[in-house]
């Protein structure tokens, strides 16, 4: 199967910095990438839809001046949590899609836990 | 709009017997429905998908699950339950008609086996 990575696994951080997590599809062009949010014992909620070359599609509720995501090339894709508060503690999820044979596929990275201090 | 539910937050089960994981869900049109395994800090692991054709679906793990289109249901289940099943488990859908439609995820259920 493909493989989704993110980077970094973990980052423990000061409230008020700023965080940015990489996801990379190692294998496949990922034409769409999602980034999910997940509270300890609670599923994942959608943050966010972005295509390569294209501003990201914010779920309601989302705060797309907060939750910064660029998705520059068919193979990257960053999630930038910007003025971090603890509250934005959680574990965070990015997806990849790809094209062609691939397109019913959607492959998970292993999530970054982010704890804002 | 797309929704899954998984109505059962814990199923505990003894090692050995078998096991269901209920969902149902509700989507237009056609639906895609897959279930996904979490251990604990870790990412989703795949498990099976419903796309078409027969409506019991084989996956990993000794995992199968049943598409019910009149009971709207996908519930997983597996014969012979093992201790190393305990994790957390998603049922998602995602709907036929657009390629940037996202898997929308029921809110998991945790299942225990007990030795």
């Known amino acids: 199967g493909a493989v989704v990575s993110q980077h970094p696994s973990w980052v423990i951080c000061k409230s008020g910095t700023s965080v940015k997590i990489e996801c990379r599809s190692l294998d496949f062009q990922a034409t769409t990438m999602f980034w999910y949010r997940q509270f300890p014992k609670q599923s994942l909620m959608l943050m966010a839809t972005s295509n390569e070359g294209s501003k990201a599609t914010y779920e309601q509720g989302v705060e797309k001046d907060k939750f910064l995501i660029n998705h520059a090339s068919l193979t990257l894709s960053t999630l930038t949590v910007t003025s971090a508060h603890p509250e934005d503690s959680s574990f965070y999820i990015c997806s990849a899609r790809g094209g062609g044979s691939r397109n019913n596929e959607q492959f998970f990275g292993p999530g970054t836990r982010l704890t804002v201090l | 709009a797309q929704s899954v539910a998984q109505p059962e937050d814990q199923v505990n089960v003894a090692e050995g017997n078998p096991l269901t994981v209920k969902c149902t869900y509700s989507?237009?049109?056609?639906?895609?429905l897959f279930w996904y395994v979490q251990y604990p800090n870790r990412g989703l692991q795949f498990l099976l998908k419903y796309i078409t054709g027969d409506n019991l679906v084989k996956g990993s793990y000794g995992f199968e699950a049943e598409f019910n289109k009149s009971q709207t249901s996908f519930h997983l289940k597996k014969p012979s339950a093992l201790v190393s099943d305990s994790a957390l488990y998603f049922c998602?859908?995602?709907?036929?008609?657009?390629?940037?439609?996202?898997?929308?995820f029921g809110k998991g259920t945790r299942l225990s086996v007990i030795a």
């Open positions: 989507v237009s049109g056609n639906p895609y």
């Open positions: 998602a859908v995602r709907a036929t008609y657009s390629g940037n439609t996202p898997l929308v």
